[in-house]
T-cell receptor
Framework: DAEITQSPRHKITETGRQVTLACHQTWNHNNMFWYRQDLGHGLRLIHYSYGVQDTNKGEVSDGYSVSRSNTEDLPLTLESAASSQTSVYFC??????????????FGPGTRLTVL | GQNIDQPTEMTATEGAIVQINCTYQTSGFNGLFWYQQHAGEAPTFLSYNVLDGLEEKGRFSSFLSRSKGYSYLLLKELQMKDSASYLCAAMDSNYQLIWGAGTKLIIKP
């Protein structure tokens, strides 16, 4: 069965360290997204990609970067982790094509704590 | 600015009906999504509305009024497993999803 996975599921790191969160999907979806979810806030878009070699900034992109070298993976890198980046991170994907009934499928999430 | 409003928390009784409201303001509009999220889990898709009216899918129905910027999710014959957060998201003119903070639904026996 097709799926979307994230690793690690839990991560504790220190301020200033570089951290990479992995996202892998076997849906063969062109579109992939990274969100963060914090109490009292809706899901907030960090970065997204519409295909290989395409990346775009979302609402809260400062301090984060992504790269898309193949269809299946969109790793999220925190260049220098800050305590404000403590959050739950979700990766999602959906079919190519803008709009329409293209619901996003979410990975299980990564809980990141920055001390 | 773009904004989604939904109640923070609601309580209902097993077997009853509950309506979760959502109002939205977006730059352009390309549809309204509802997702369910159990504690500690990923959001899962429930419904999508782009035209005015009611869409029924089993025990769950979703309604949209584009002129009022308003949607609701109706859950019938509530079961304990329906205890979860319900997320409303509107798609803007750039086909990006703007998410509400979610409504935590507590079901009591």
């Amino acid at each position: 069965d097709a799926e979307i996975t994230q690793s690690p599921r839990h991560k504790i790191t220190e301020t200033g360290r570089q951290v990479t969160l992995a996202c892998h999907q076997t849906w063969n979806h062109n579109n992939m997204f990274w969100y963060r979810q914090d109490l009292g806030h809706g899901l907030r878009l960090i970065h997204y990609s519409y295909g290989v070699q395409d990346t775009n900034k979302g609402e809260v992109s400062d301090g984060y970067s992504v790269s898309r070298s193949n269809t299946e993976d969109l790793p999220l890198t925190l260049e220098s982790a800050a305590s404000s980046q403590t959050s739950v991170y979700f990766c999602a994907s959906n079919l190519a094509g803008k709009g329409g009934h293209n619901e996003q499928f979410f990975g299980p999430g990564t809980r990141l704590t920055v001390l | 600015g773009q904004n989604i409003d939904q109640p923070t928390e609601m309580t209902a009784t097993e077997g009853a009906i509950v309506q979760i409201n959502c109002t939205y303001q977006t730059s352009g509009f390309n549809g309204l999504f509802w997702y369910q999220q159990h504690a500690g889990e990923a959001p899962t898709f429930l419904s999508y509305n782009v035209l005015d009216g009611l869409e029924e899918k089993g025990r769950f129905s979703s309604f949209l009024s584009r002129s009022k910027g308003y949607s609701y999710l109706l859950l019938k014959e509530l079961q304990m497993k329906d205890s979860a957060s319900y997320l409303c998201a509107a798609m803007d003119s750039n086909y990006q999803l703007i998410w509400g903070a979610g409504t935590k639904l507590i079901i009591k026996p």
